[in-house]
């Protein structure tokens, strides 16, 4: 017969089993827990881009405000439409100039460099001074952390040799870039720098020393590269007659306005023919008007 105690014990144990046995609470798995602060240009943008914005780019508790979002799209596009009207052929008139004769070995040096003639070898290119007020920029967002860190990285009152390097060096510091072979010959590259992208592939003929990297043995023949990096350093544009298109370093061209930098050293393409020679993301394949001192204002955010 069991004692007192002995039955206290196995009650116990029966009790301590069954919560071992329940299930614990589920804890809801967090996701999307990152953000970071970004500026749109939500009131150059249709009705259809805003909704895509805001369903893929923002967090979920914007799209509860969906109908405040669209009735401040609506209440803003009179104004739109009276910029469009007053602003058109600004962008036109922009100030081009030359970079000052002093400032020539550093721009030979830059010139000089084996990946900066890579990356400006389709089209004739020139060093200039151009306003930023005036150019053409197609891009429609701003990461405001990263401006943030960019103006905590340069000079507060930068001279024109400092800005020749922040603009167009042919290098600068940038974040390193993860790797993860996640499956055999699938590779997973990234970086806190949206600016990462593929570069380009090539075959390549084999060496002696090639052979040690072909980790599956068989007889090789030939091997293909392939390049992950960052896009050309220099800040560069695309110009055409009176219009002058940003085509890379929006960023930097944003944190530098923001702290009253009004003019900038940039690489020059010059462009001959726009509809064969502009790539998509420029300006022109936005809609801005070729052939017409009319330019659409909403590729102007700068």
Known sequence: MAT??????????????????????????????????????????????????????????????????FAAWQAIQPRVADLIVREAGLADAIRVSDIPAGHK???????????????????????????????????RTVNLDYVDKLVARYPKNPSLAELLNICVAPTREMKPIQHLEVAPNTHVFSSPNSDIRFLGAFVKELTTEDSAHAVLGGLPAAAVIAFVGYGGAPINVLQWGGHVVLNNGFHRVYALRSMGVTEIPVVIQHVGNPQLEFSPRSGFAQGVSVGSSATSRDERFL
């Open 4 to 69: 007192v105690d002995t039955q206290e014990s196995v009650n116990e144990q029966i009790t301590t089993e069954r919560e071992i046995a329940a299930p614990a609470a589920t804890t809801p798995i967090q996701v999307g827990t990152h953000f970071f602060r970004q500026q749109y240009l939500f009131a150059f943008a249709t009705q259809a881009e805003v909704l895509q914005y805001v369903r893929t780019q923002t967090l979920s508790e914007e799209l509860a405000r969906l109908p405040e979002i």
């Open 105 to 139: 070995s550093a721009l030979d040096l830059f010139s000089s460099d084996n990946l900066f003639q890579k990356t400006f070898s389709h089209l004739p290119v020139s060093f200039g001074l151009v306003e930023i007020d005036r150019l053409i920029a197609p891009q």
